[in-house]
């Protein structure tokens, strides 16, 4: 397993933060606004249904996802977001969120079981 930084040396970033701030951010699955500091990377289709490909996310839109949708529900929805976009509940969090900062954060409802 590679290391993340040099044996009993001080961690280095790889990254070049020039090149990071360049390169597009891409917009949010869910609601289409741009993507703030933290970013999820999230399955359309649960792992445990067969799902690889994933998508970028903010935190706040995948736990609405996970609190409305069962991974049967998911997998049946797959890569479009359209079709979680035209659950009632979805629909009116997407109308909320689309005037927030990207990177605002709030307490999402429960799972309903």
Request: with cysteine; charged share 25%.
């Amino acid at each position: 397993m590679a290391r993340k930084h040099p044996k009993g040396g001080p961690w280095v970033d790889a990254s070049d933060p020039e090149q990071e701030d360049a390169a597009p951010k891409e917009p949010c699955w869910l609601c289409g606004r741009p993507l703030g500091e933290t970013t999820v990377w999230h399955h359309p289709v649960p792992k445990s249904r067969g799902g690889r490909d994933v998508v970028p996310m903010h935190p706040i839109c995948q736990q609405t996802v996970i609190a409305n949708f069962t991974n049967s529900e998911l997998q049946r929805a797959g890569m479009d977001a359209s079709v979680l976009r035209d659950n009632p509940a979805v629909r009116k969090f997407v109308d909320w969120v689309a005037n927030k900062d990207p990177d605002f954060t709030a307490t999402i409802t429960k799972k309903k079981r």
